[in-house]
């Protein structure tokens, strides 16, 4: 990774081992940065404070190399990234105003996209997931990872049948509760519907009656217009020398065709004024038929108004226009159906709910039994690992049991609580000696035991379902002397399968590395490019003193560092 103006790191690039990494330095010189900086790769939140004081935006890029047919690559080529050589490149910009952007083999894509891949490439733990870890629900999570598709399968139909139940159960509560209601609705659309229905208003009947009332209001001023328009056009019989349009284009027509013959241009004059005759004609005739037909009959305007006054009682309640009033009647009808049919609902309901919490009892009971033969092998697996980590006696063991709830469904003969995942309720307990009851490890593992066992449960896990990186933030915390070797020891088994990577402070872990990174700052605060940097030799067994005794000369220290990283080496 390269990292740039990211906390108190100006620039920096950190080259990790394929095998075992281990961070080391002071404490603030920005270990931690290493994490952030992985973090950010794999679309964690971005944060303006993480910019570094005086710059535009922090950068990190990193190079991953994935597996060909790794789910992440597949995912990555979707979204257009190109790969190279075998590696994907990823980068993160965050400006200090809070803004963050990704790219990801070229592409820019959405940080999202960059979530989607972590679950593939790394697994990262510090403290704050030793907590999480606490958490009875985060226990419930890791057994069913470690169980793989023999617990997923079920929980699959699990919880498809519990969100159905819960969809069926909040639709009858509704209907039931709301009783009254949805009565008073349906006696609104009752009389709604009943009302429309008596008036019987056709479709865009409101705009025809709107234009025939126009023209009944107004009956002789339009027939006075269209008779006069008409004498004008075809001439008044009762005033035989009046000139009249058609007459005038017929002389103009008779005049051009006495010469004719003698010039095509005006020949086609001539037969233009002709077309202009047949249509002055045309007009004429409809004008008169128009003055003939117009009804002037009061009455029928009369008629018109009260019919336009009880469609406009429609528009007031239903609609704007009555194609809108026909619309809100169908849609009502529809509703009203749906209404009247509560009884029937509430009985088809009520069958499908009782089929349902059935249904989800024998899943529950299955999920249950899949856990717990799970649950076995897990704390076996675990409580090996502690045998490894100076934790010989240390015994792990998973209890599954459930809550009692008068209104839950009915599993192994008993009411019990459920919820999304199950009736389940998950306990990883621990009796860290021979004689000592289990108990949660919340309340009976110290900080350096449940350091332990985080990392006994991810070794588990990196045998049932690997990730090519893990990174480990100060998860040896409260750990020290023999456990503190084994811890190391262990990591560095771990390595031999994947790629681990340990931001520490203790020189026992550090010492099984094969790659220690000393992260440094410079006189004025800042971690430059070349203030990470690769220990080896005699640079190594000296941050191994600093780490030992805080004297990076003294003779014992270094004596002391040496032997570690003898005994180590003698080891992997």
Known sequence: MRIRSLGVIDDAVVELSPGFTAVTGETGAGKTMVVTSLGLLLGGRADAALVRIGAKSAVVEGRVKVPAEASA??????????????????????????????????????????????????????????????????QRQALDRYAGDAVAVPLAKYTAAYRRFRAVDTELEEITTRARERAQEADLLRFGIEEIAGVEPRAGEDVELAA???????????????????????????????????????????????????????????????????????????????????????????????????????TRKYGETIDAVLAWAEDSATRLTELEGDDERIGELTAERDALRGELAGLAQALTDARGEAAERFAAAVTAEL????????????????????????????????????????ELLLAPHPGAPPRPIAKGASGGELSRVMLAVEVVFAGSDPVPTYLFDEVDAGVGGKAAVEVGRRLARLARSAQVVVVTHLPQVAAFADRQLLVEKTNDGSVTRSGVKVLEGEERVRELSRMLAGQEDSETARAHAEELLAAARVES
Do not use: F
Request: proline share 4%.
């Open 73 to 138: 690559v597949v995912r990555a080529e979707e979204a257009g990234a190109e790969l190279d050589d075998g590696a994907l490149l990823i980068s993160r910009t965050v400006s200090a105003e809070g803004r963050s952007r990704a790219h990801l083999g070229g592409r820019s894509v959405p940080v999202g996209l960059l979530g989607e891949l972590a679950d593939d490439l790394v697994a990262v733990h510090g403290q704050t997931d030793q907590q999480g870890l606490l958490k009875p629900a985060r």
């Open 387 to 426: 045998a490894s980590l100076a934790m010989p006696h240390a015994r792990v063991s998973i209890a599954i049991g459930q809550s009692e709830d008068p209104s839950g469904i009915e599993v192994g003969g008993r009411a019990v609580a459920y919820g999304p995942s199950g009736v389940d309720e998950v």
């Open 212 to 314: 025939e009332a126009e023209r009944l209001g107004h009956a002789e001023a339009l027939a006075s217009a269209a008779t006069a328009a008409h004498s004008a056009l075809a001439g008044n019989p009762e005033d035989p020398e009046g000139v009249d349009a058609t007459l005038l284009v017929g002389g103009a027509q008779r005049a051009l065709d006495a010469v004719r013959a003698h010039d095509p241009a005006l020949a086609a004059l001539g037969e233009r004024i002709g077309e202009i005759g047949i249509l002055l004609s045309d007009v004429a005739g409809e004008l008169a038929g128009y003055a003939d037909d117009l009804d002037a009959d009061p009455l029928r305007l009369a008629a018109v108004e009260e019919r336009r006054a009880a469609l406009a009682q429609l």
